[in-house]
């Protein structure tokens, strides 16, 4: 019911409060992230102080790093004309009390400048490893050929400009009906359950479901085979995230 949200591109289920989603629009909206109940009814929209949003196109919620309330990654990360030469993710606690309308402004945003190996890519996806707090990208390309992109925890601090290694290749699999319209081998978006058991995947048909063993990183999950994971009927599939509690998804 939150007006101001008309093209949600990034999703994340609080960490902090229960039955409350974030999120916000895509290129061209304002820098600012709005708070939601599970049935679609606002409860706030809050600006991020001191943020930019060239394109913004995921979100994440993550561990606290100094072990105090959790936090919501943006990732300023889209770049269709694969022309930027670096992106940026803002990193900023969740409000520690329950969203509500209107909502105030989210203060003291770190900033954090990730670099790709071999230059620009266009990115939708960004996920954060509950368990390790590694940052994962995950490129978008129009035949499915994804590149799967790591920063380790430790190097995420404010103000840092972090060189991104390459953890290995992604082919992205067609939905078993593909239809027309948008490509289905193009991710869009992408999340991890609370407990770091699942990731899945956005593209713009399909929602890919990944298992993760106790010994695998993210990006190992990444490289395995994925299945199907039931979804509504959408077009263009934008955005994805876990509830705060890891029993089901919302995509958008």
């Not at 959790?70 to 930027?84: E, F, K, Q, S, T």
């Not at 071999?118 to 129009?142: C, F, N, Y």
């Not at 027309?180 to 609370?194: F, I, K, N, Y």
């Not at 063993?213 to 993210?218: P, R, Y």
Request: with cysteine.
């Amino acid at each position: 019911t939150e007006p101001r949200l008309i093209e949600l591109s990034g999703l994340a289920g609080s960490r902090q409060h229960s039955g409350v989603l974030w999120g916000h629009n895509d290129s061209g909206g304002a820098p600012e992230l709005y708070a939601f109940a599970e049935d679609g009814t606002s409860v706030g929209a809050y600006p991020v102080d001191g943020a930019e949003a060239v394109d913004w196109e995921d979100m994440a919620a993550g561990p606290p790093p100094d072990g105090s309330r959790d936090v919501l990654y943006i990732g300023d990360i889209g770049d269709n004309d694969a022309a930027r030469l670096n992106v940026t993710v803002y990193r900023v606690p969740e409000p520690g009390e329950p969203p509500v309308a209107p909502g105030t402004s989210l203060t003291a945003a770190e900033v954090i400048t990730l670099v790709y190996p071999g230059g620009p890519s266009d990115a939708e996806a960004l996920l954060v490893d509950p368990q390790s707090g590694d940052l994962v990208i995950v490129t978008k390309t129009l035949l499915g050929a994804s590149r799967v992109l790591v920063a380790e925890a430790a190097s995420l601090v404010a103000g840092a400009r972090v060189v991104m290694p390459a953890a290995g290749g992604l082919q992205v699999p067609l939905p078993p009906d593909p239809g027309g319209g948008l490509p289905g081998t193009m991710v869009t978006g992408g999340d991890v359950s609370p407990d770091g058991w699942l990731v899945a995947l956005r593209t713009y048909l399909s929602v890919l479901v990944f298992e993760r063993d106790d010994d695998q990183s993210i990006a190992d999950a990444l490289l395995g085979q994925p299945c199907f994971g039931p979804q509504e009927d959408e077009q263009q599939g934008e955005a994805i995230a876990f509830t705060g509690d890891g029993v089901a998804y919302v995509t958008a």
